[in-house]
């Protein structure tokens, strides 16, 4: 079965740093573009980082940009989030999912699988 394990959130205060993991089981995500999405309270779902199959291109939103550093190791089937000097507006579930190019970028219908539970990210002022 297909399932995505999503950790490395935390309480952190604003400046901090964390490291977010998204494990991928069942499948490879060698040929799909994949990508972090967040969710914060009484608030939609938002795409944050894109990264495509090779690595070779990459997309952030515009409110991390120089913030957050989106990576993938295909040889582990994991995709990671590097953010740096976190704000208070980061705050939120953090997901990874994944698919085209294009669907990632957008957080249009994804199909790499099912939505895992997501890890919380947490920044203080």
């Known amino acids: 079965q297909v399932q995505l394990v999503e950790s490395g959130g935390g309480l952190v205060q604003a400046g901090g740093s964390l490291r977010l993991s998204c494990a991928a089981s069942g499948r490879t995500i060698t040929s799909f573009a994949m990508g972090w999405f967040r969710q914060a309270p009484g608030k939609e779902r938002e795409s944050v980082a894109a990264i495509s199959w090779s690595g070779g291109s990459v997309y952030y939103v515009d409110s991390v940009k120089g913030r957050f550093t989106i990576s993938r190791d295909n040889a582990k089937n994991t995709v990671y989030l590097q953010m740096n000097n976190l704000k208070p507006e980061d705050t939120a579930v953090y997901y990874c999912?994944?698919?085209?190019?294009?669907?990632?970028?957008?957080?249009?219908?994804?199909?790499?699988?099912?939505w895992g539970q997501g890890t919380q990210v947490t920044v203080s002022s």
């Open positions: 999912n994944g698919g085209s190019w294009p669907a990632v970028v957008a957080g249009t219908p994804l199909t790499f699988g099912s």
